[in-house]
């Protein structure tokens, strides 16, 4: 679905990822979402999930005066709609937002109350160069790495635990 982030578990070491890229599992090998609770997947330490919140599309096929992501919803930028839901869960340790250096301020004006480490870097010319300057600010203890679009604000919390059940077998 494209309102659930995706989740990776990060490389034991640092995060090169480079150079081993190629010898990981699917997504979706890793993450199964237990829908009911069932036993069978290890829920995810508290503070120990890193969340990379990729903001640097132009969305030019929109056609608006500036980037879909912050725009206002509810009176508020798309973007800090994920960045809020995201900051409100016990599981997330740091979030890393990509985002044009010229639109950094409309996250650190929201971040003076949140209580979770929030880093910038700029993105990249395609969408994975993005995913990848996020991966290299990113905490090499982390659990997991959860990717999400901040142009899809509808992304709750309860979506998030879902996929924050794994099983490694």
């Known amino acids: ?21 190629s010898t990981r599992r699917s997504h979706s090998a890793i993450c ?3 829908p009911d609770g069932a036993q069978g997947g290890e829920a ?17 096929r929109m056609g608006a005066n500036m980037p879909k992501q912050y725009l206002p919803l ?12 995201f900051c409100g869960m016990k599981e997330v340790k740091e979030v890393v937002v990509v985002c044009d250096p010229s639109y950094k301020n409309v996250f650190e004006g929201s971040v003076e109350n949140l209580q979770i480490p929030i880093k910038f870097t700029t993105p990249g010319k395609e969408r994975q160069d993005s995913v990848f300057n996020g991966l ?17 604000p509808l992304v709750s919390s309860e979506d998030v635990k879902k996929v924050t059940f794994y099983d490694l077998a």
Not at 1 to 21: E, K, T
Request: hydrophobic share 35%.
């Open 1 to 21: 679905s494209p309102l659930i982030p995706s989740f990776w578990r990060p490389w034991s070491g640092s995060c090169g990822v480079a150079q081993r890229r």
């Open 32 to 34: 199964g979402a237990e």
């Open 44 to 60: 995810v330490k508290e503070r120990s999930v890193s969340v990379i919140l990729l903001s640097g599309g132009q969305g030019k």
């Open 74 to 85: 509810l009176g508020v930028p798309i973007a800090l709609h994920s960045l809020r839901t």
């Open 136 to 152: 290299q600010e990113i905490d090499g203890d982390s659990e997991l790495v959860c990717v999400h679009d901040s142009a899809r």
